[in-house]
């Protein structure tokens, strides 16, 4: 695979993107139109949709580092659901991070507000992705995958990274085979991907978890977004593929987009100790009422989407009800970059005496130490900015403008944008106030080996060098009170690449494009 992806000439370029974009839109591959190509006075109505940036090619990717991946992800799932159930744990990770950061304290002032009133809903589901880049060290020893974050809210692109699978796979058997250097139909090893319905599947396991509706209303499963999502095909993919699902054996299941704003306006509680939420879409004739039984959010990861005093209330009507969440703010603190870096320590700063803490979380597992391991051998270095003799450490690191080059400092946030990388960090860091570095981890660089690829984006082809990031979905649905796990399972995978020049990569962000793997 040396000469993969082929060089294309100009013409066959042209092809791809026609074959590309019509392919894309025919499938649903798409995105609301960015602000740069289309103004919002020029799409009042919101009619308009757009091929989502994309590579013309699948881009090679080491078997063995997707096989890693895919391994460890039922590991990754028991680990943060295990994590999301010690409270004493997540106190301490809240307490580390400080009043520097605001937002992981309300979240965290949700959960007790909710503890003092008690708990009426002890289920929780998990949408989980866990994202990876191929390291490769200076010497040039054999790669391996090492995690860059694991996310517990809002893990995006399930829907389109299974309809990316399939536009490459189309374009294997129909358009590659006609290149100059053409590329036979069964050459690339085109790993399945299911992430749309195994992302569905997990959402129903939690449906039919939440039981029978006890208000005299159907259940129904709402989607919280925010207002002027653009990346809404990719949650369309999901709801679809559960309605699919659930025809195969039943009635279908209500599903209802709530945008996060309109929380309080359009649900209530139940009158009685049950807390049940009740939702009464604006949109229907009959003015229907249904009894939620799973909230999937999509939003409410941020500080934009608490504006106000009201966003927390509404986020703590949520919590506070029966309903499943997903996630709760328990799961949602445990996706906080400050528990991936304890989680990662190196041993050498645990006293020896201690148990392991992914061997205290996997316990339930037979084999937890070969899991923890599995697990361990996917960790980065990652480092506190606090006052440990660690964060010390990493201190005189990102201040140092020549050390701080193989570095990224992060933020306990969701999303592209958030990240600060190499020299900039030093600079940054003398313009934030030294008491609130604590919320800050400082993670080594991983160094992908040398990949190139085509990007497509907004009609415009972009040749050269890309770096590629694997995303592991999960699937976990566990009860808190009880201690179990009732469903626990891989969900497919998503690839996002971007330029080698560009240090984010989100897709919905603008930095990075939509990809597939083909195994190497």
């Given at each position: 695979?040396?000469?993969?992806?082929?060089?294309?000439?100009?013409?066959?370029?042209?092809?791809?993107?026609?074959?590309?974009?019509?392919?894309?839109?025919?499938?649903?591959?798409?995105v609301?139109p960015?602000?740069?190509?289309?103004?919002?006075?020029?799409?009042?109505?919101?009619i308009?949709a757009?091929?989502?940036?994309v590579?013309?090619?699948?881009?090679?990717?080491?078997?063995?580092c997707?096989e890693?991946?895919?391994?460890?992800?039922?590991?990754?799932?028991e680990?943060?659901?295990?994590?999301?159930q010690?409270?004493?744990?997540?106190?301490?990770?809240?307490?580390?991070?400080?009043?520097?950061?605001?937002?992981?304290?309300?979240?965290?002032?949700?959960?007790?507000?909710?503890?003092?009133?008690?708990?009426?809903?002890?289920?929780?589901?998990?949408?989980?992705?866990?994202?990876?880049?191929?390291?490769?060290?200076?010497?040039?020893?054999g790669?391996?995958?090492?995690?860059?974050?694991?996310?517990?809210?809002?893990?995006?692109?399930g829907?389109?990274?299974?309809?990316?699978?399939?536009?490459?796979?189309?374009?294997?058997?129909?358009e590659?085979?006609?290149?100059?250097?053409?590329?036979?139909?069964?050459a690339?090893?085109?790993?399945?991907?299911?992430?749309?319905?195994?992302?569905?599947?997990?959402i129903?396991?939690?449906?039919?978890?939440?039981?029978?509706?006890?208000?005299?209303?159907?259940?129904?499963?709402?989607?919280?977004?925010?207002?002027?999502?653009?990346?809404?095909?990719?949650?369309k993919?999901?709801?679809?593929?559960?309605?699919?699902q659930?025809?195969?054996?039943?009635a279908?299941?209500?599903?209802?987009?709530?945008?996060?704003?309109?929380i309080?306006?359009?649900t209530?509680?139940?009158?009685?100790?049950?807390r049940?939420?009740?939702?009464?879409?604006p949109?229907?004739?009959?003015?229907?009422?249904?009894?939620?039984?799973?909230v999937?959010?999509?939003?409410?990861?941020?500080?934009?989407?608490?504006?106000?005093?009201g966003?927390?209330?509404?986020?703590?009507?949520?919590?506070r009800?029966?309903?499943?969440?997903?996630?709760?703010?328990?799961?949602?603190?445990?996706?906080?970059?400050?528990?991936?870096?304890?989680?990662?320590?190196?041993?050498?700063?645990?006293?020896?005496?201690?148990?392991?803490?992914?061997?205290?979380?996997?316990?339930?597992?037979?084999?937890?130490?070969?899991?923890?391991?599995?697990?361990?051998?996917?960790?980065?270095?990652?480092?506190?900015?606090?006052?440990?003799?660690?964060?010390?450490?990493?201190?005189a690191?990102?201040?140092?403008?020549?050390?701080?080059?193989?570095?990224?400092?992060?933020?306990?946030?969701?999303?592209?944008?958030?990240?600060v990388?190499?020299?900039a960090?030093?600079?940054?860091?003398?313009?934030?106030p030294?008491a609130?570095?604590?919320?800050?981890?400082?993670m080594?660089?991983?160094?992908?080996?040398?990949?190139?690829?085509?990007?497509?984006?907004?009609?415009?082809?972009?040749?050269?060098g890309?770096?590629?990031?694997?995303?592991?979905?999960?699937?976990?649905?566990?009860?808190?009170?009880?201690?179990?796990?009732s469903?626990?399972?891989?969900?497919?995978?998503?690839?996002?690449?971007?330029?080698?020049?560009?240090?984010?990569?989100?897709?919905?962000?603008?930095?990075?494009?939509?990809?597939?793997c083909?195994?190497?």
């Amino acid at each position: 695979m040396a000469d993969y992806p082929p060089e294309i000439t100009a013409g066959e370029g042209a092809r791809l993107t026609e074959a590309t974009k019509d392919w894309a839109l025919a499938h649903g591959l798409a995105v609301r139109p960015p602000l740069a190509v289309v103004a919002p006075d020029a799409d009042p109505r919101s009619i308009l949709a757009t091929a989502v940036p994309v590579t013309l090619f699948p881009s090679p990717f080491p078997k063995v580092c997707f096989e890693q991946g895919v391994a460890v992800q039922t590991a990754y799932n028991e680990l943060y659901a295990s994590i999301s159930q010690d409270e004493e744990f997540l106190a301490r990770i809240v307490q580390e991070i400080g009043d520097s950061d605001d937002f992981i304290t309300e979240l965290w002032k949700v959960h007790l507000k909710v503890k003092e009133e008690g708990y009426v809903q002890h289920k929780s589901l998990g949408l989980f992705r866990s994202d990876y880049m191929v390291h490769q060290d200076a010497a040039g020893a054999g790669l391996q995958i090492k995690q860059v974050e694991f996310n517990t809210i809002a893990s995006s692109f399930g829907g389109l990274s299974s309809r990316t699978s399939q536009l490459h796979k189309y374009l294997s058997s129909v358009e590659y085979p006609l290149l100059e250097r053409s590329i036979p139909g069964d050459a690339l090893h085109l790993p399945p991907n299911d992430s749309a319905a195994g992302l569905a599947a997990g959402i129903r396991e939690a449906f039919v978890a939440y039981g029978a509706p006890s208000t005299g209303h159907d259940k129904c499963v709402i989607f919280l977004v925010q207002d002027g999502e653009r990346n809404v095909f990719d949650q369309k993919h999901l709801e679809y593929a559960l309605q699919q699902q659930q025809q195969e054996s039943s009635a279908p299941i209500p599903v209802f987009r709530l945008p996060f704003s309109e929380i309080r306006q359009h649900t209530r509680l139940a009158e009685g100790a049950g807390r049940q939420l009740l939702y009464t879409p604006p949109r229907l004739r009959a003015r229907s009422t249904f009894e939620v039984a799973v909230v999937y959010m999509r939003s409410g990861y941020g500080p934009g989407d608490y504006p106000d005093a009201g966003a927390w209330e509404a986020r703590h009507h949520l919590e506070r009800s029966a309903a499943i969440k997903c996630p709760s703010v328990l799961t949602q603190i445990a996706g906080t970059k400050k528990v991936q870096q304890v989680l990662a320590a190196p041993s050498s700063e645990t006293p020896s005496s201690a148990p392991s803490i992914l061997s205290r979380y996997l316990r339930a597992s037979s084999s937890s130490s070969s899991l923890s391991a599995q697990v361990a051998s996917t960790f980065t270095n990652i480092y506190p900015l606090d006052a440990s003799e660690a964060g010390l450490r990493a201190r005189a690191i990102a201040t140092d403008p020549e050390r701080a080059k193989g570095y990224v400092l992060k933020p306990q946030r969701e999303g592209g944008g958030n990240n600060v990388y190499r020299a900039a960090i030093p600079p940054f860091l003398a313009g934030v106030p030294e008491a609130h570095w604590p919320s800050y981890i400082l993670m080594e660089l991983i160094t992908p080996p040398p990949v190139r690829n085509t990007i497509l984006r907004n009609g415009e082809l972009e040749h050269g060098g890309v770096i590629c990031e694997l995303g592991i979905y999960g699937t976990c649905l566990w009860d808190g009170r009880a201690g179990t796990i009732s469903h626990n399972a891989q969900a497919g995978y998503l690839l996002r690449t971007k330029g080698d020049q560009s240090e984010e990569g989100g897709v919905a962000a603008g930095y990075g494009c939509m990809d597939s793997c083909a195994l190497v």
